[in-house]
């Protein structure tokens, strides 16, 4: 039964470094294609929703005038 127990425990730890291997080697291969995009890729700024809102009812409002 020590041995069941024993053998058992060795697979359940080799299956949850299994895992963690595949889940560091994800991250690492993700952070690795980030770091290689060119530098000008995110040059521009993205415009948030408040600022993209209060344009187009400037907008309108200029229009109604």
């Known amino acids: 039964m020590d ?13 949850a470094a299994l895992f963690t291997a595949l889940a560091l080697n994800w991250a690492f291969l993700r952070a690795s294609f980030l770091l290689m995009q060119p530098a ?3 040059r521009r700024s993205a415009r948030t929703p408040i600022e993209h809102g209060a344009r187009l009812v ?6 109604s005038r």
Not at 3 to 15: N, P, R, S
Not at 58 to 63: D, F, K, V
């Open 3 to 15: 041995t069941m127990l024993g053998f058992v425990a060795v697979a359940i730890i080799t299956v």
């Open 40 to 42: 000008t890729a995110a």
């Open 58 to 63: 400037a907008q309108a409002y200029g229009r």
